[in-house]
């Protein structure tokens, strides 16, 4: 019953909503940039942010990881926290540089369970962001778990209240087909409807999941 509601709830959002082309980034660097700099803000300031790196040439990892930490931070400040975020993108570089030779070709053989922890071992890289670096950046057949996943997961009755990140991504994972590009689409069709509908004063009436099972407030 859970994997045909999941691939239920797929199916009446992309109807719904069509493709999301997500992620929005020109290049792996600014995939990988981007997914750090999201945290804890929303995407239009990422964009800010993203742009006034380009606007000083810097938008690719060597030039980041040579640029003082200083004025990194003041480069990405529409994004907020961004003395944290400024440290947290330093310590991937560094991770990068130091570790595999500051080539993200180097990382692509690493097998994706080896290379999630990898990851989380950098300081302020949580799961959500490794998994949004493994999907979008490497294609990794990963899903990425957010506050609007869990959100919607709890709603509509897939899992309690208290489920945690690995738990939810499992959920996912094990309930829809292995494929990149649907692990790509659906987390973009469950951060749009979290927007718009399924926000923390639930907008039920017109949501594609209307008319699913679901409740409206979360204990």
């Known amino acids: 019953m859970t994997r045909e509601t999941i691939q239920q709830i797929y199916k009446l959002l992309f109807k719904r909503f069509g493709p999301q082309h997500w992620w929005p980034g020109e290049t792996k660097d600014e995939i990988i940039a981007g997914a750090i700099l999201t945290q804890n803000t929303n995407w239009q300031n990422v964009e800010k942010a993203i742009l006034n790196l380009k606007k000083a040439s810097v938008m690719s990892l060597d030039k980041l990881y040579s640029l003082p930490q200083e004025r990194l931070a003041q480069l990405i400040r529409p994004a907020g926290y961004y003395n944290i975020k400024a440290k947290r993108l330093k310590a991937f570089l560094k991770w990068l540089f130091e570790q595999h030779n500051g080539r993200l070709s180097e990382i692509e053989s690493i097998h994706t369970e080896n290379l999630r922890e990898e990851l989380l071992q950098i300081n302020g890289i949580g799961p959500e962001t490794a998994d949004s670096i493994l999907l979008y950046a490497f294609d990794r057949p990963v899903f990425v ?54 926000r923390p004063q639930a907008r039920c009436a017109g949501c594609p999941l209307e008319n699913l099972p679901h409740q409206t407030e979360i204990e």
């Open 145 to 198: 778990v957010d506050a609007y996943t869990y959100r919607i997961a709890t709603r509509h009755l897939l899992i309690e209240p208290q489920c945690g990140y690995e738990e939810l991504r499992s959920l996912f994972e094990d309930n829809l087909e292995d494929n990149v590009r649907l692990f790509n689409e659906c987390h973009a069709l469950l951060v749009r409807t979290g927007k718009e509908f399924c």
